[in-house]
């Protein structure tokens, strides 16, 4: 099974700052790798795709990059909305697809 | 617009069954597969399983593997998930999503918070 790792655990960024979110894969995962934003009391909600895609709706703040092991997600300005959890995962290795263990962005 | 409306909140003994449903509508429900995903308090997500309704066979996590079914129904465009042998370490919010492109997971059902206690 392949395990997703997330750094930092807790980001704490000021309001209009940018941020940037960490996820490796225990092996290459080529660009399969999805990234979710959750905050508390909702399920979570997909942003990107195929690594660098943003789903429908999604800012442009929002921007991922890597293929392979490493990936990063970039959030250019935070906004008061953006604060919450952000989770990657990985579809390369069906059946199982496996999330992350977050990373959470709060106020500085 | 792709909907899932999920099951209530259940409150479970140790040692009982549970079984979730999840309903879709708006899209084609047997060509993408749908997903459930649990979340135990304060932690993160998991990924417990999958099956994609025209195929008709799930597949699980390995340490899902012995416990849990997912099952769909395409008359009435809905999944189920159904947990044996219940703990308190299965005390969780259990989801369910429909697949986007690929395995990413663009719909998201509201959640049936599960409790499991004596």
């Known amino acids: 099974e392949i395990v997703m790792t997330q750094s930092p655990g807790t980001l704490s960024v000021s309001p209009g700052e940018g941020a940037t979110l960490s996820c490796r894969a225990s092996?290459?995962?080529?660009?399969?790798l999805a990234w979710y934003q959750q905050k508390p009391g909702q399920p979570p909600r997909l942003l990107i795709y195929?690594?660098?895609t943003r789903f429908a709706g999604v800012p442009a703040r929002f921007s991922g990059s890597g293929s392979g092991t490493d990936f990063t997600l970039t959030i250019s300005s935070l906004q008061s909305e953006d604060f919450a959890v952000y989770y990657c995962?990985?579809?390369?290795?069906?059946?199982?697809?496996?999330f992350g263990q977050g990373t959470k962005v709060e106020i500085k | 617009q792709v909907q899932l409306v999920q099951s209530g909140a259940e409150v479970k003994k140790p040692g009982s069954s549970l079984k979730v449903s999840c309903q879709t509508s708006?899209?084609?429900?047997?060509?993408?597969?749908i997903t459930w995903v649990r979340q135990a308090p304060g932690q993160g997500l998991e990924w417990m399983g999958a099956?994609?309704?025209?195929?008709?066979?799930?597949n699980y996590a390995q340490k899902f593997q012995d416990r849990v079914t997912i099952t769909a129904d395409e008359s009435t465009r809905t999944a189920y998930m159904e947990v044996s042998s219940l703990t308190s370490e299965d005390t969780a919010v259990y989801y369910c999503?429909?697949?986007?492109?690929?395995?990413?997971?663009?719909?998201w059902g509201q959640g049936t918070r599960v409790t499991v206690s004596s």
């Open positions: 092996q290459s995962v080529s660009s399969n």
């Open positions: 995962q990985q579809y390369d290795h069906w059946p199982v697809y496996t």
């Open positions: 708006g899209d084609t429900f047997s060509s993408y597969s």
């Open positions: 195929g690594a660098s």
């Open positions: 999503a429909r697949q986007w492109m690929g395995g990413s997971l663009g719909f």
């Open positions: 099956i994609i309704p025209a195929l008709d066979t799930p």
